[in-house]
Structure formats: C-alpha cells, structure tokens
C-alpha cells in the first residue's frame, strides 16, 4: 500500500502585539507635504547628497557614500518634521535622540548635523550653541581626519575630528557605533535609561539601520529584548536597500534566495512583536513622512520598526554594494558629473581642483602658512575642499526659501518646551552613589553579614552589595544575566524591589531586565548604552569564560565613547558593571570550556588608563571595598571577577592578615614577613582559588617549618594604575618585582609586570603550565592537575627558596 504524502500547512505566526501597516493605507487619509514644501524638501535633499559626494571626493578611499544617501530622506524627515529636540542644547536629557546604529553611515550623519547647522546658521543664527555643541560646515574639513592634523585650514576654524564612525565627541551622538551589530542594542539601552527615568514622558530614539546591520545575531537578541521588556519609545528606521559590501541581495527577494538571509526586515521585526509600517519607496517624502507620523499616534506600548524601501547610492552614479564603501575617484569626470545636478538646480560652478608643482603650491599659500612642514599637495586640497563648501554655503543663503528648515528646527524646540519632560517622580538617584557619605571603602556594611569565619559565595558578597547600592540610589542599577541571574547571584541586585522581570508598562519598578536570554553579546551592548544615557548602572553577568570575550566589543566601544565624550566636553565616564562571574579553575565541574583561566587577559591591560578596572578579591570580605573603590574612580566599565563555590570568610586579625580594606590600592601586602628576620621569599599571588589555597594550606606550613615569607595580593591592578607613583613604589617596590615568585590561577603574561625577573619568571605557577588545557573535575582535583594545590604550591615554593639567586 502506497503512502499518501502529506500536504504542507500555510505556518503563520502566533498571536501578536505589535502591528503590520502598509504605507498605502496609511496615505489614505492624506499627503502630509504640500507641493511648496514637497518642493524644498527635494531641493535640501539634493544638497544633502551632494555633500556626501563631497565629503567622499576630498576623503576619497573614505567613507559609505551609498548608505548615506540612501537613508538620508528618512532622516531629514526626522530631524526636521517628527523629532523633538532643542537644537541648542545637544546634551539635554529631554531631547529626542537620532542614533545611526549603522555607523558607517558617518558621512550621512556628519553632512546631515552640518546641513541643518548651516541652514539654522544663516536664517536664524541665535538658535545656536556655542562652536563645541555644533557641528559647522568647517568641521567636515576634520572628516576621517586624526587630531594631529596640522592643515592650515583644519588649524584655524579648530575644525573637530571627526571619526571615521560616530563617536559622542559629535553632537548629539550618544554612543560610538559601526561595529558589528553593537549599534542596536547599545541604541535600545539608550531607550532603556530614558524610559525608566522619564516614565511615560519618554524622550524617542530613532535608530537608523539597514537589513545587513540587522544579520548581527547580536541584533536579533536586541529586538526580542526590546519587545520583552517594552521599549516603546524605540522607532527603528530601516533603510532597506538590500546592498552590502558582497552583496546586491542580503535578504529574500520575493522567490529569489538572499544571500545571506532568508527574512526580510519588516518579517524579523514582526517576529519579534514590533509594530511594522512598510514604505515601498523610501524615496518618496510623501510616504516616508507619512509613516513616521503614524508611527507617532501608536499606543499599544511596543516599539516600532518603519522599514523603507531605498536604492543604495540613489542617483550618485554608483548604485548597490559598489557604493557602499566606495566612490568616484578623487575630482574624476564621474565626480564632476554627480556634482552638476546641483549646479545645474543653483546655476552655480563648483571649484575644480588642478594639480600644481610643489614650488608652485610654497609659492601660493606659504605666506599664510609659514611653518607648514607637511604635504603641500593637501593644503591645496584642502583649500579647494573648503572653497566647495562655502559655494553650497552661499547657495543656501541665497535662497531665502531655506529658512523653512531653520523655523522647522525650531518648531521641533517649541514643540519640546511644550511637552515639558520631566523625571518620574520616583526616579533613580544615581549621583547618591557619589555623595552619600555612608557609602564608603572603608566601611563594610553589616547588612551584608561578612563576619569572619562564616561561609558566603563571593558572587553573593557581590550581588548583595549592589543591591544596597540599589537601594541607596533609588534603583539606580539594573541587572541582567546570561540565562544565569540566581548561578551568579546578580538576581540579589533587585531583591528589594519587584520581582520578576523589567516591563515598561506592567512591571517598570523591576531592576532585573530580560535580554534574548543566554545573549551575552546583546546584553553587554544594551548595559554599554544604559550607561551611555547616564542615570543608571547596568550589571551584566555569565561565565568569565564567555562573557569576558562576548561582551568585549560593547566594552571597547563603550570606553571609545565615554572617552570621546569627556574629552570634548568634560565630565566623567558613565560606567557599566561587566561581572565575569564563574571565574577560574574552582569551576571545574563544568570543565575547561567553562572553567577557564584566560578571561583576565583578555581584559586586563586592554584599555586606556582609566577606563576599565578590574576586579579580583580572593574572598567575600574584600568586594565591598573593592566594588565601591572601583565605582567612585568612575571606569567606562568595571569588571569583578567571581567565583562559583562558598568560601570562609577570612578572620584577618587571627591570621594576621591584612584588613581586607587595604585591597582597594589595587596590589597589597596581605601578610608581612617579620622584619626582624631574613626574608627568604616574597610571594605574589593572583585570584581566589590560588590565593584561598596558598593562605590556608601552604602559609601556615611554611611558618610551622621556619620560612619567613611575605604575601602579596593583586586585587585590581588598574586601581593600583591609578595611584601616584611615590605610592606605587611604597606598595610594591620594584625590588620585590626583581626577586620575587608569582602564583596565578588566570594566564602567565597578567603576571609579568609583577614578576621581572628571568628566575622569577620560569618559576611563576599558572593553569597552563603543563602545556595542556585542565580537565573536568570538583575544584580540588582540578587545582591539582595545574599543580595549583596546596602540597604542590608548598614544594615549589620551597625549591624556588632554595635556587633563588
């Protein structure tokens, strides 16, 4: 007997919250633009484009002219008709946010802040800020430029550097993006600070992005998190156009295959629960204007996503992936060709550049530059490249029409004064992290009930200890973990408020977020830009193994622009906590792909000074100081590292052990040796397990057998970094450096800088020093198959005693 085949099912997708839109029904009920209105909006556009021709021909090599263009009429609609900003007060709280998560969109963004500079400049000039808080048109001269460029032109307007891909030493940019998906969640962490700090007076985040900026899994655990926890203030704008460095077909087209995926980004957005609006065309301003005005009336509380249908590189004379990071070459017959649309439209001729000997170029602009020690072949660039964009600035103040766009800015500011944000009522207080003298490092609380010879995790000593921060700030901090809150006690964080997970609009007083689940790359961004907003602290947490790799990107991004920002503006760095919990061999059970002892290096001596710290107490009593130490040096980010297993709590005084207060100068004397003997060896040790092992196993031996040993311990070798260097110098000489024996439980080269000499060196003990990965096993097994126990620590230190020269 024949078997029937089965017949495939129609599969649809479950119940939703969010919503599908089609542009065409919303245009039913009218054209948002006027045929004046539409008419000068297509005439500010052509200038936009033009400028990111511009900016690519005198950067040439540099740049994405193609992504630029092609989002660059669902931002104008943004930033002129549905954003509500104070165009003189970039760094207001209260103001709706522009993110371009597709970072290497910065040309857009840089011709976009410049051209809205310009029009306001010369139609109502008292709109603006001072020079710092604008971006002119003389700061695109600093386009993809280093801060040591010494060009004449660069030098006298102090035109700003402007990075390759953005950075908040911009105006009106948040957080640093373009790196691999991390703009996105980073972006919806901006919308998380605003939210839970203005309620339902949220300012909006419009992120830019395009569908190869969403093939990120990083992306994809953003969106389910934003849908989660009901980010509502989010609307992702998605520019459509189906073209990336490789390909011409990203997604599904219809029946046609993508190359990459076989969603399309209206399809993904859905799938998360987003509101989806659809725009065929996102060339027509009509539609596109529509659509956000739309998404504006929305109130079913989920974000949305506008999904645009765009052509990369649109009329530039390079369409597709060929224009997304290149372009006509450098003043080309192409070049010129793009340019005399606009000049055609403005009955202007752009400057043509015309290569010139050197003697000529000394001749020409060597009295206005005297000492100019560089390429002259540049000055002359340069010269032209400003000549250009003071033609477009003279178009525009010609064509008194423009004013529209500057009285479109400031009805953007009439409309923020009007909605009049304010903070909740309830808001977090995060400075009283900062001011309230009863947090200190010098005082444990009892709360936490750290009494010696009593039995706590230090993961717990950590997780507790942020919770009565928590408490002290107003909720102040938020904590999400890896599918992992209660195995790495970041759950303690929110004990004391609701229960259960962050929920904008059922459960806001939460302080535990959901984010993908096991997501460790969208939880650390998301944390980055929580930060980044700057009134709440962000805890994430897994596996040191995982996290401390995963989360590494967000990390360096988040201390790019941190540092960015302070730079340009002052301040202090927002701080992010990345807690890499499950450290160390003392995870054995689990085995080597979990209990591994790379995660310090990885982080540890990867940063500029200042920027991230971190963290590795050796048992509970030394987190609190540690923790607070760390936090009130204000780091991009702040990195503890936990263990797993319960530990004693050292009774220090009996031990005549240093006070575990004394950790917080980053390396200290854990135990002197008696000053009135011979020291026969200095010790350095580094991480809990070694240092657990060490104190209660081989100290007391070598003291029972006559040795006279001083302990060191490394507890955070950034804060030590951070003290002066007379104090450095007391703490740890650089004689004890010269003699002394290093034991480590992370990697060999974190203990080089402790340990310099060549004995000392060969004679350092570490997880791999055997030459292999450990295996699997309780703690005590694994610590003595690294030869990290207690009677093969006591073996070695004694054969380095005896061999010391």
Request: charged content about 25%; overall charge neutral.
């Amino acid at each position: 007997m024949t078997k029937k085949s089965a017949e495939p099912k129609k599969f649809s997708f479950g119940p939703r919250r969010g919503m599908y839109y089609e542009i065409s029904d919303i245009l039913k009920s009218g054209l948002p633009l006027d045929d004046k209105e539409l008419s000068l909006f297509e005439k500010m556009d052509l200038i936009y484009r033009t400028l990111c021709g511009i900016l690519y021909n005198f950067v040439p090599t540099s740049g994405h002219p193609g992504g630029s263009i092609s989002s660059g009429r669902f931002v104008e609609s943004v930033i002129y008709k549905t954003a509500d900003y104070d165009i003189s007060n970039p760094r207001d709280d209260r103001n709706d946010m522009v993110v371009y998560a597709a970072g290497h969109k910065a040309m857009g963004l840089y011709a976009m802040y410049a051209l809205r500079n310009e029009l306001v400049r010369a139609f109502m000039p008292e709109l603006l800020p001072d020079v710092i808080d604008r971006l002119r048109f003389e700061d695109l001269l600093g386009f993809r430029r280093n801060p040591t460029n010494n060009l004449p032109l660069f030098v006298k307007f102090k035109s700003k550097a402007l990075d390759g891909h953005p950075t908040p030493g911009t105006p009106f940019v948040k957080v640093a993006t373009g790196a691999s998906g991390v703009g996105v969640p980073s972006s919806f962490g901006l919308a998380l600070g605003a939210l839970d700090y203005f309620g339902n007076a949220t300012p909006k985040v419009n992120v830019v992005e395009g569908e190869g900026g969403m093939t990120p899994g990083r992306v994809h655990e953003a969106f389910a998190a934003a849908s989660a926890m009901r980010l509502y203030n989010i609307i992702i704008h998605i520019d459509f156009n189906q073209a990336s460095i490789d390909s011409n077909r990203v997604c599904r087209d219809g029946d046609l295959k993508g190359d990459y995926v076989q969603w399309d980004p209206a399809e993904l957005a859905y799938l998360h629960d987003f509101n989806v609006i659809y725009v065929d065309d996102g060339k027509d301003f009509q539609k596109v204007l529509a659509a956000q005005k739309f998404a504006h009336t929305l109130d079913n509380k989920m974000p949305t996503a506008i999904v645009y249908r765009t052509i990369k590189g649109w009329k530039y004379g390079i369409e597709g992936k060929g224009s997304h990071g290149a372009g006509h070459k450098f003043c080309s017959p192409e070049y010129y060709a793009y340019i005399e649309t606009f000049e055609k439209e403005f009955g202007v001729k752009f400057p043509r550049y015309e290569e010139k000997p050197t003697d000529v170029l000394k001749n020409e602009f060597g009295a206005s530059v005297p000492n100019f020690d560089g390429d002259w072949k540049q000055v002359q660039i340069e010269k032209v490249f400003y000549d250009v964009l003071m033609t477009v600035r003279k178009v525009i103040e010609d064509n008194k029409d423009f004013k529209h766009f500057a009285e479109l800015v400031n009805d953007s500011k009439k409309r923020l004064q009007k909605l009049d944000r304010k903070p909740r009522t309830d808001k977090p207080n995060l400075e009283n992290l900062y001011t309230d003298k009863s947090i200190s490092e010098k005082e444990i609380p009892e709360e936490l009930g750290l009494k010696p010879g009593s039995t706590t995790t230090i993961r717990a000593a950590l997780g507790s200890s942020l919770g009565i921060l928590n408490k002290k700030t107003k909720g102040a901090f938020f904590g999400v973990a890896a599918d992992l809150l209660g195995s790495t006690s970041v759950n303690l964080l929110g004990e004391s408020f609701h229960s259960g997970y962050f929920d904008a609009v059922d459960n806001p007083d939460s302080r535990i977020l959901s984010i993908g689940g096991i997501c460790e790359d969208a939880i650390g961004a998301t944390m980055a830009g929580l930060g980044a907003f700057g009134k709440n602290i962000g805890a994430s947490s897994s596996y040191g193994a995982f996290i401390s790799a995963m989360e590494h990107t967000a990390a360096r991004l988040h201390g790019i622009g941190e540092q960015a920002k302070v730079e340009h503006y002052g301040g202090r760095y927002n701080t992010w906590i990345l807690i890499n919990a499950h450290a160390g061999l003392k995870t054995g059970e689990d085995g080597p792909t979990h209990a591994d002892p790379q995660c310090l290096q990885l982080l540890q001596g990867n940063f500029p000074k200042g920027v991230l710290i971190t963290l590795t107490p050796w048992e509970p009593g030394e987190v609190w100081s540690l923790l607070i130490a760390g936090l009130k040096k204000h780091p991009a980010v702040l990195s503890p590292f936990v263990t797993r297993p319960n530990e004693k709590i050292a009774d220090r005084a009996a031990m005549n052990l240093a006070p575990a207060t004394e950790a917080v100068t980053g390396i200290y004397k854990l135990r002197a040796a008696d000053s009135k003997k011979k020291i026969d060896a200095s010790i350095v040790l580094q991480e809990s397990g070694v240092a657990i092992e060490f104190i209660y196993k081989v100290l007391p031996k070598l003291d029972k057998d006559g040795y006279n040993v001083e302990v060191y311990y490394i507890s955070s070798s950034e804060l030590f970094d951070l003290l002066p260097a007379e104090e450095q110098q007391k703490i740890f000489p650089v004689s004890v450096a010269e003699k002394a024996m290093g034991i480590t439980g992370f990697t060999l080269p974190t203990m080089y800088r402790w340990i310099t000499s060549p004995y000392g060196r060969e004679r350092i003990l570490h997880p791999f020093r055997k030459g292999h990965y450990l295996g699997s096993g309780n703690a005590e097994s694994v610590l003595k198959e690294a030869g990290l126990d207690g009677p093969a620590m006591y073996k070695e230190v004694l054969d380095f005693i005896k061999n010391q020269k």
